[in-house]
Each structure stands twice: as structure tokens, then as C-alpha cells.
């Protein structure tokens, strides 16, 4: 049963524009979530995270937002560069329970 | 500080072998999970380790196996090779176990192949 899903496997974007990868959840209990990025032949890489408590969290060029009304979350990435292309994960915690992710959303940044 | 590895990055097996799959935590690093990753499957969560006990397991059938030693590196057992098991195997680290945020540190992972 599949709690963290990534209903677009892929997404292209130029470079310099704006790219929304998005992410929704069944589990309302979730208290924290986690977006991941993986290159090829490389372990995933912590990206960004944000409390069940807040909205909105901003890192540089990412930002996650969370809905909770809609179970939804979203990582903003602005502008995009070709460095960003890669595999998206986007992971939900419960504490006491292992990290849930979804199946991924692999990111194209063309020049 | 050195990361998560892995060993051995890549093997080539037949069906009906058993495999068996190391990782070194990070230093420091109590909590050790493993993740399998397919195409159009994403990560699917193994089991975690915490102080030498099984914490929590994901829904494998019981040819997945593993186990953590006192220095926290971690060991995964799959037993009796399908096809299926195909797969990127992943380990990660964190210092506590799985009642903190969830940000965990992958190994660059082994590649299981069989044939």
C-alpha cells in the first residue's frame, strides 16, 4: 500500500524556469517530510525537509510547501539549472516507523 | 568524515544463490536501514537496525535477512535468488533511530544482478 505518491515519473524543463515537482500522501499522521534527489551510480542525497507544523520551508533555490488539508506537498525549484537534473524522492516520516518514499520523479533541465 | 559504504558495489548471481551485502555506517551513526530500489518501484524499505535489534521490517518475504554488529556496520542476507531480486540495494545512516526527523545518509549502493 503505497502511503507517498509521485503520480509524474518524469518532467521536463528549460533552464531558468521554474520546476514543480509534486508529491501526495494518504497517512495524515506524518510529522515530517523529506524531499531526496539521486544521480545515477549514487545513493540519494537529502535535498530539503518540512514539519507537518509548518507551510512553507526555503533553501536557496528549493522550496517545499506543504497542504496538509490536501495531503499534498510540492518542491519549487527557481530557477532550474542542468545540475538539477535528476531523480526526485519524495519521503514521509512517522516517528517510530522507517521513512516511506515514493517511486520518484526523474527531472530533465534542458539547456 | 567518511560516508556510508558499501561492498561490494556490484556482483552478478544465479538464480538460487544467496547473496550476502556489507555496510559501514556513518562514524558514529547507531541506526542502519536498508532500501531496495527497482525501476518504476522506487525505494521500498528492507528492515532497520538500531543497537544490534531489528527495529522495524518492511513487508519481504523472509529470504531477505539482516543483522547489525556491535560497531554498527550491517549485514544483508538474501537467500535463494529469484529474478526479481534484481535491484539497486541501498544502506543508510542516521545517529538515532527512526523517531527523529527521517534524514538519513545513503551509500552509493549494490548493484545485485541475477541471472
Known sequence: ?111 | KAGVTQTPRYLIKTRGQQVTLSCSPISGHRSVSWYQQTPGQGLQFLFEYFSETQRNKGNFPGRFSGRQFSNSRSEMNVSTLELGDSALYLCASSLEASDNTGELFFGEGSRLTVL
Open chain 1, 1 to 111: 500500500d503505497q502511503q507517498v505518491k509521485q503520480n509524474s515519473p518524469s518532467l521536463s524543463v528549460q533552464e531558468g524556469r521554474i520546476s514543480i515537482l509534486n508529491c501526495d500522501y494518504t497517512n495524515s499522521m506524518f510529522d515530517y517530510f523529506l524531499w531526496y534527489k539521486k544521480y545515477p551510480a549514487e545513493g540519494p542525497t537529502f535535498l530539503i525537509s518540512i514539519s507537518s507544523i509548518k507551510d512553507k520551508n526555503e533553501d536557496g533555490r528549493f522550496t517545499v510547501f506543504l497542504n496538509k488539508s490536501a495531503k499534498h506537498l510540492s518542491l519549487h525549484i527557481v530557477p532550474s539549472q542542468p545540475g538539477d537534473s535528476a531523480v526526485y524522492f519524495c519521503a514521509a516520516n512517522l516517528a517510530g516507523y522507517a521513512l516511506n518514499f515514493g517511486k520518484g520523479t526523474s527531472l530533465l533541465v534542458t539547456p
